[in-house]
C-alpha cells in the first residue's frame, strides 16, 4: 500500500502546546500508557563540534519524548523510529505511526520545521524490529486493532521489501496491495487514520479519497472533458497528490496499465486510488474492488469513445452482465489490475 507536490501544515505555538497537552490521544487511544503528563521534550542535538554522521540513526535517549505523542520511544524498541534534520537535530517517535504524523505536518509539532529539511528518516520493520530507511520503506495501511498488538494500537506497518509487505496484506481479505503506499503518501488526511486528534483538520481531500472532477480537466488518454460524462468518468490518484481524469472507464483502464506512455515519468507503482462508475448504478466505485467486465460490442452500451470494459462494485451484477450474452462467460470478469497493455489496447489502441 507513493511526491510531493504537499502543502505546508504550520501551527501556531499555542496550537503546538495544545497537541503536547494532548499526549498519546492519537485515534488508537493508549489509556492510561502515557506518563509524561504533559508537552514532548526536544530531542534535538543543536550543539558540540563532533556530530553523529546524520545519514545514520543514533540510540535513542532514555529521556526522550515523541515529538508526536510524548510517550518515550525508548521503551518501545521494536516499533520507534527517528529522523535527523540538516541542522543536527535529532526527532524521536515512538512508533511509525508518529513519524508518518510528522511527515505530513513537521511544522504542526516543531514551529518551523518543514520535510524538506529532512536528511534521513528511519522505522523499525514489522517482520524483522530493524531500522530500516523510512523513505524507501513500504507502508501496509493496517487500520485494525485487533490484529497488531502496537503502541498507540493503530500504525501502518512497515516493510523494507515489498514481496513482505504483499505477503502481509494477502494474508486478509480486507487488504489489496493498493494497501501498500509509501512514506510519500502520508498527507494531513492519511495520517488522521492513524493520529486524528494530534493532527489538525486537513483542507484538501487525500489521495485515497475521490475528489471531484475540475470542469476543465481533461482526459489524460484522449482529452476529451470528464466532467461532460458525469455517469461515465474515473479518476485516479498518485502517491504525490496529483490526479488523472478520465471520460470513460476505457481511458481509465488504459492510462492504469501504462501510466508512463501518457505522462512521462508516471509508474503504476505510484497509484494510490481509482474510482469508476459502477454500469448499472452509476454511482462511484473504487477502481480496485471492482469487476471489469470486458465488453468489446459497442453497439450493446452508449458510452463515450464507443468500446469500454464496464466496472460493477458487485461481482454479482457483473456475472448477471456477462450471463445476458453467449459470446461473454466469467472469465471475462477481470479485476483493474489484470489490464496489461496488450488488453488496453483492445480498448485505446489509437492512442498506444
Not at 191 to 202: I, T
Request: aromatic share 10%; proline share 7%; glycine share 8%.
Amino acid at each position: 500500500m507513493r511526491r510531493l507536490s504537499r502543502r505546508a501544515v504550520l501551527a501556531t505555538a499555542a496550537g503546538a502546546a495544545t497537541v503536547g497537552l494532548a499526549g498519546c490521544t492519537g485515534d488508537g487511544d493508549s489509556d492510561g500508557d502515557d506518563d509524561t503528563g504533559g508537552s514532548p521534550t526536544p530531542t534535538g542535538t543543536p550543539t558540540g563540534t563532533e556530530q553523529p554522521d546524520l545519514t545514520e540513526p543514533v540510540t535513542v535517549p532514555e529521556d526522550a519524548s515523541c515529538a508526536v505523542c510524548g510517550m518515550k520511544p525508548a521503551e518501545f524498541p521494536e516499533w520507534n523510529g527517528q529522523l535527523a534534520h540538516e541542522d543536527g537535530e535529532r526527532v524521536h517517535f515512538c512508533t511509525s505511526g508518529c513519524l508518518s504524523a510528522y511527515h505530513a505536518a513537521p511544522g504542526h509539532f516543531r514551529e518551523g520545521r518543514t520535510w524538506d529539511t529532512v536528511v534521513a528518516a528511519w522505522v523499525r520493520d514489522y517482520r524483522t524490529t530493524e531500522l530500516i530507511d523510512a523513505t524507501t520503506a513500504h507502508y501496509a495501511l493496517e487500520l485494525d486493532t485487533e490484529r497488531v498488538d502496537d503502541p498507540m494500537m493503530k500504525n501502518p506497518l512497515p516493510f523494507a521489501d515489498r514481496e513482505d509487505a504483499v505477503a502481509y496484506v494477502d494474508q486478509y481479505d480486507d487488504l489489496g496491495e493498493q494497501d501498500i503506499v509509501g512514506l510519500a503518501a502520508f498527507d494531513v488526511p492519511l495520517a488522521r487514520k492513524y493520529r486524528g486528534r494530534l493532527l489538525p483538520e486537513p483542507d484538501e481531500p487525500s489521495a485515497l479519497d475521490r475528489a471531484p472532477v475540475p470542469e476543465d480537466a481533461e482526459c489524460s488518454v484522449c482529452g476529451m472533458a470528464p466532467a461532460k460524462f458525469p455517469e461515465w468518468n474515473g479518476e485516479l490518484s498518485f502517491e504525490d497528490g496529483e490526479r488523472a481524469h478520465f471520460c470513460s472507464p476505457g481511458c481509465l483502464a488504459a492510462y492504469y496499465a501504462t501510466p508512463g506512455h501518457f505522462d512521462d515519468g508516471r509508474a503504476q507503482d505510484d497509484v494510490l486510488g481509482t474510482w469508476a462508475h459502477d454500469y448499472d448504478t452509476k454511482d462511484w466505485a473504487d477502481g480496485f474492488d471492482a469487476n471489469w467486465v470486458l465488453e468489446t460490442n459497442a453497439d450493446r452500451i452508449d458510452a463515450p469513445m464507443g468500446k469500454n470494459p464496464l466496472p460493477f462494485a458487485d461481482r454479482e451484477d457483473a456475472l448477471a452482465y456477462v450471463d445476458r450474452y453467449d459470446d461473454l462467460s466469467e472469465a471475462d470478469v477481470v479485476p483493474l489490475t489484470a489490464f496489461d497493455r496488450d488488453l488496453a489496447e483492445t480498448y485505446r489502441g489509437k492512442f498506444f
